[in-house]
Structures are given as structure tokens and as C-alpha cells.
């Protein structure tokens, strides 16, 4: 059971909005700590899609965005496409753990 | 650009030891923060550790404590993980990853590089 708590999956239609929620505690997001986001595209390894919250590293589409208020982050994805169909993830420090944590994973389907 | 380059694929016996290599190319070791990550069949990632800035040794995750071991060999460039007395419940891919700097604190790490996996599997 992860300390960070995100839905098992979320869907939309192309060209539609979705928004993945990664839910923490005080111990995590709720400290202060960052949250950093990763796509993982079946059989591959995961690729960093945000960082420090709201970052996006070049080359990735401005379609992703991320943000964080409180306890929680979420990622957002606008004029979603095939493509993204993926497994995402959020990540993040817990000071109980003394270590970085994730959650469990998001899949995203694309109607 | 730093390339994560892992060895390959494992099948262990319940109760062994693995060790996996993850060489890096176009940097050196000391230029890198190396981290590893797992990853079970169908399940989500778990982070293993890995190099601590903040006193230049190796941190690990709470419940790996006592059975996963990190090294670091300069003079190859490759980082190894190695995780003892392995269950079944090890079978996974292990990943190794790269935070952004050397010097960013643990409690703001991030991954921006991984390697392409590694898959241990432990059957008898």
C-alpha cells in the first residue's frame, strides 16, 4: 500500500480532458515536498513527464501539466490523444519512510 | 546524453542472490546519483535507493533494509544492485535511474534517466 494514493484508472475521448489525483499526507506532499509526474508506455520504462510540481522537461508536450495544492498533485492532460494511453505515476519524498515514494499508478485509456 | 545501459535478464532459486549491472556511458559515475527502482509484473514502482548527497552514502528503502545492496565500481562506470536471500515475490523488472544532479537533496530527487530494465525471475 502505497502513501501516495492515486485512482487505479481514469479514461477520455480524444481531444477530451482527464486529470489524474495523487493523494498524500503530511509526511509527503503535505510537508512541502515536490511531486514529479512519469508516463510509462507498455513494455517500456517510465520517462519523466513532470518535476518539481509543475515543470515540464523539454520535449515534452504542453498538453501535461501538473500542479499541487495541500495534501495532493495532479496531473492534467488536454486534447488527449492515442498516444498517451499509458500507465502514469506520481512520485514523491515521505519523511516516515526517510525515502522517495510512489503511487500506485494511474492507467490512463483513450476512448 | 548519459545512457543507462543494464545487464540482462536473471532466473534465480528461492534463497539466492542477484546482481544487476547498470553501466553508464557519456558521463562518468561521479558526474551521476544513481538510483534503483523496481517494478513487479503488473503492479507499480517501488524505489530500492540510492546515493545520498547529503552524506555521500547510499540510502535504502525501509523494507529492502538489510537485503538490497548498492556498490559503484569508478573504474568501470557501472553501479550494481544486488538483493539477497530472494522470494518469489522478487520476480520483477529492476530499474536503474538517474536523478538530475548529483548534489539534489534525497527529499527532492527525481528520475530523468532510467535504463531499460532488467527482469529477475526467482523460481524454483
Known amino acids: 500500500q502505497s502513501v501516495l494514493t492515486q485512482p487505479p484508472s481514469v479514461s477520455g475521448a480524444p481531444g477530451q480532458t482527464v486529470t489524474i489525483s495523487c493523494t498524500g499526507s503530511?509526511?509527503?506532499?503535505?510537508?512541502?515536498?515536490?511531486v514529479h509526474w512519469y508516463q510509462q508506455l507498455p513494455g517500456t520504462a517510465p520517462k519523466y513527464l513532470i518535476y518539481?510540481?509543475?515543470n515540464r522537461p523539454s520535449g515534452v508536450p504542453d498538453r501535461f501539466s501538473g500542479s499541487k495544492s495541500g495534501t495532493s498533485a495532479s496531473l492534467a492532460i488536454t486534447g488527449l490523444q492515442a498516444e498517451d494511453e499509458a500507465d502514469y505515476y506520481c512520485?514523491?519524498?515521505?519523511?516516515?519512510?526517510?525515502?522517495?515514494?510512489f503511487g500506485g499508478g494511474t492507467k490512463l485509456t483513450v476512448l | 546524453q548519459v545512457q543507462l545501459v543494464q545487464s540482462g535478464a536473471e532466473v534465480k532459486k528461492p534463497g539466492a542472490s542477484v546482481k544487476v549491472s547498470c553501466k553508464v556511458s557519456?558521463?562518468?559515475?561521479?558526474?551521476?546519483?544513481i538510483h534503483w527502482v523496481r517494478q513487479v509484473p503488473g503492479k507499480g514502482l517501488e524505489w530500492m535507493g540510492g546515493f545520498n548527497p547529503d552524506d555521500g552514502e547510499t540510502i535504502y528503502a525501509q523494507r529492502f533494509q538489510g537485503r538490497v545492496t548498492l556498490t559503484e565500481d569508478t573504474s568501470t562506470d557501472t553501479a550494481y544492485m544486488e538483493l539477497s536471500s530472494l522470494r518469489s515475490e522478487d520476480t520483477a523488472m529492476y530499474y536503474c535511474?538517474?536523478?538530475?544532479?548529483?548534489?539534489?537533496?534525497?527529499?527532492?530527487?527525481?528520475?530523468?534517466?532510467w535504463g531499460q530494465g532488467t527482469l529477475v525471475t526467482v523460481s524454483s
Open positions: 512520485q514523491s519524498y515521505d519523511s516516515s519512510l526517510s525515502g522517495s515514494a
Open positions: 503530511s509526511s509527503n506532499i503535505g510537508a512541502g515536498y515536490d
Open positions: 535511474a538517474t536523478a538530475p544532479s548529483v548534489v539534489i537533496p534525497v527529499s527532492m530527487v527525481y528520475f530523468d534517466l
Open positions: 557519456a558521463y562518468t559515475l561521479t558526474e551521476v546519483s
Open positions: 518539481a510540481n509543475s
